[in-house]
């Protein structure tokens, strides 16, 4: 044991997971309508040409997670929160800073690319050998999987034909049936009706217990005081807050009122 882990092992402190170190995210958007149209006139754009927009989503976000973390992600729409989430995963990447992480952080919902013209049997082996199961993993969890998509005999047809709420609900099932050391919920993507929802938040629960850190994004205050121990508050693209959760969101609830 070196000197620092003898230190932490001393403080009973816990291993980092996630390091967000300075992120900048940007996205660039082509504007169209009225105003776009203006503003383009105005710089004598060649004709053809369209306007590009820069969207800073992220501004310079910094924190670091730790083993046994729950951390509550909160801010009003469009201040960044999923941004956040799909950098962590790895889905967006930093113009500026980084992001190191113990494994790979699995986000909820969306990390199975999963293939249309595929039955939904076909796509549960795929998306489950995606997620590093082994083929034997996969065939002990499938039956637990079609079961907690609740999508009956449709899992025989191919997934092209599925209702987007029924291909979702397979995703979710899929995502969550692995456990991972670093698990992102956004809430965003969970869908279904209160029946299916009721069976994805006991499934969070237990990934939560399973898991080294959760992260979970949700407009429920609820949720986040029931679900986490820790808060981030991002805002404009910037951490406003970072603490035990009940003390963000009650300062979040007080900006918002
Ligand atoms: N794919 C994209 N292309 C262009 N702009 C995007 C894209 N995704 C997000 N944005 C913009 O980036 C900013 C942050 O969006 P993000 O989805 O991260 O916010 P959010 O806090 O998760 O919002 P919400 O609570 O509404 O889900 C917003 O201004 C949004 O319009």
């Known amino acids: 044991m070196g000197a620092s882990e003898a230190a932490s092992a001393a403080l009973g402190t816990s291993r980092p997971t996630v390091i967000v170190d300075d992120v900048h995210v940007d996205y660039q958007v082509y504007a169209t309508g009225k105003r776009a149209r203006t503003e383009t006139r105005a710089l ?9 927009r820069t969207i800073h989503a992220l501004r310079g976000v910094s924190l670091t997670a730790y083993e046994g973390d729950s951390i509550g992600v909160v801010g009003h729409n469009g201040s960044g929160k999923s941004t956040l989430m799909r950098t962590i995963a790895g889905l967006s990447a930093p113009v500026r800073g980084a992001v190191y992480a113990d494994g790979q952080p699995a986000l909820l919902g969306v990390n199975a690319a999963l293939i249309g013209d595929l039955s939904g049997e076909r796509n549960v082996v795929l998306g489950g050998l995606a997620l590093g199961m082994s083929r034997e993993e996969v065939a002990a969890r499938y039956d637990e999987i079609v079961d907690f998509a609740g999508i009956g005999s449709a899992i025989d047809l191919p997934m092209a034909t599925y209702s987007s709420g ?10 969550a049936s692995a456990t991972h050391r670093v698990l992102l919920v956004d809430e965003a993507l969970a869908v279904g009706d209160a029946a299916f929802r009721q069976r ?13 850190t959760v992260f979970l994004v949700s407009h429920s205050m609820g949720t986040i005081r029931e679900t986490c121990t820790r808060g981030i508050w991002i805002d404009h693209g910037e951490l406003r807050a970072d603490g035990p959760v009940d003390e963000v969101v009650t300062a979040y609830e007080k900006s918002v009122r």
């Open 200 to 212: 994805s938040e006991s499934r969070i629960k237990e990934l939560r217990d399973e898991a080294g």
């Open 44 to 52: 004598r754009r060649p004709t053809g040409m369209r306007e590009s």
């Open 166 to 175: 029924m291909g979702a609900r397979l995703r979710f099932a899929i995502a």
